[in-house]
C-alpha cells in the first residue's frame, strides 16, 4: 500500500473536514481551523489546499443550492473519502510512534 504524504497544513485541513462532517466548505473550514489553532489562516489558501486534498482523493465535493444570503452563488461541501481516511490513521499512528520513541529526559529539558 503507497503511504499517504500530507503537509502540517494539509493535515490539519483534512483533519478539519473530518471535524465538521457534512458542514465543511471553505469559510467554516477556514472558521474552524482558526478557532482551534488560534492561528490566523488565509481563506484562499484553505481554499487552495481543499481543492489540492480534492485532486489527491482524500476529499470529494458536492455543490449545495444557491442562496439569496451568499448572492445566488452556491457553496462547494467537502466530505473526506476512504483513502483520506487511511490517510489521517497513517499521519496519527507514525506521529505516535515517534511521541513514543521520544526519550523521557526530552520532555523533562522542556519543562514538562
Known amino acids: ?3 499517504a504524504f ?3 497544513f494539509e493535515e490539519v485541513v483534512l483533519l478539519t ?3 465538521l462532517d457534512e458542514s465543511a466548505y471553505g ?3 477556514t472558521q474552524e481551523i482558526e ?3 488560534g492561528r490566523a489562516v488565509g ?3 484553505v481554499h487552495t489546499t481543499l481543492q489540492r486534498l480534492e485532486e489527491k482523493g482524500y476529499l470529494s465535493s458536492r455543490m449545495s443550492g444557491a442562496t439569496a444570503e ?3 452563488r452556491r457553496k462547494r461541501f ?3 473519502t476512504a483513502a483520506g481516511r487511511r490517510a489521517l490513521v497513517e499521519v496519527k499512528q507514525v506521529r505516535e510512534q515517534l511521541w513514543d520513541a521520544l526519550p523521557p529526559q526530552t520532555l523533562q529539558l522542556m519543562g514538562h
Do not use: W
Open 17 to 19: 473536514v473530518a471535524v
Open 70 to 72: 451568499r448572492g445566488g
Open 78 to 80: 467537502f466530505t473526506v
Open 6 to 8: 500530507l503537509g502540517e
Open 35 to 37: 478557532q482551534k489553532t
Open 1 to 3: 500500500m503507497k503511504r
Open 27 to 29: 469559510v467554516t473550514v
Open 43 to 45: 481563506f484562499s489558501t
